[in-house]
């Protein structure tokens, strides 16, 4: 069945998911409380999901390793449908969805993979980025 960004605004209401909408293909999500919302874009053939975790800045080139070589562990152990990334000095949570078969339950899944992610990581990767040499 070939989807659209209405089924996507669908889903997304059938699960209780507040939402901004902000143009035609991108959606605000809220996550969790005291959380940085995700951004859903609509982008045949995906869809995809992304949350700004934050900018880098270390204090050490141990700790810059340190740092990336974590999230490479848990981007191998502890997230299903999403990875962490870099964009420049920022990085990113990411999940990307095949859109023409995207279903409530698959969006839900990813929307909560990300959240759990967020919960269970971040504090840890902000204490790596901001620990003294």
Do not use: W
């Amino acid at each position: 069945m070939l989807r659209n960004r209405d089924d996507v605004e669908r889903f997304l209401e059938a699960r209780g998911r507040a939402f901004t909408t902000l143009d035609d293909a991108t959606f605000l999500v809220t996550l969790a409380p005291e959380q940085p919302p995700a951004v859903l874009r609509v982008q045949a053939p995906v869809v995809v999901v992304q949350v700004d975790v934050g900018k880098l800045e270390f204090q050490s080139q141990s700790h810059e390793c340190a740092f990336y070589r974590k999230l490479l562990e848990l981007n191998a152990t502890d997230l299903l449908h999403a990875a962490y990334g870099l964009d420049g000095d920022r990085v990113q949570l990411s999940a990307a969805l095949e859109f023409d078969n995207l279903d409530e339950n698959e969006l839900e899944a990813a929307l909560s993979d990300v959240a759990l992610a967020l919960a269970n990581h971040i504090p840890m990767l902000r204490q790596m980025v901001t620990a003294k040499a």
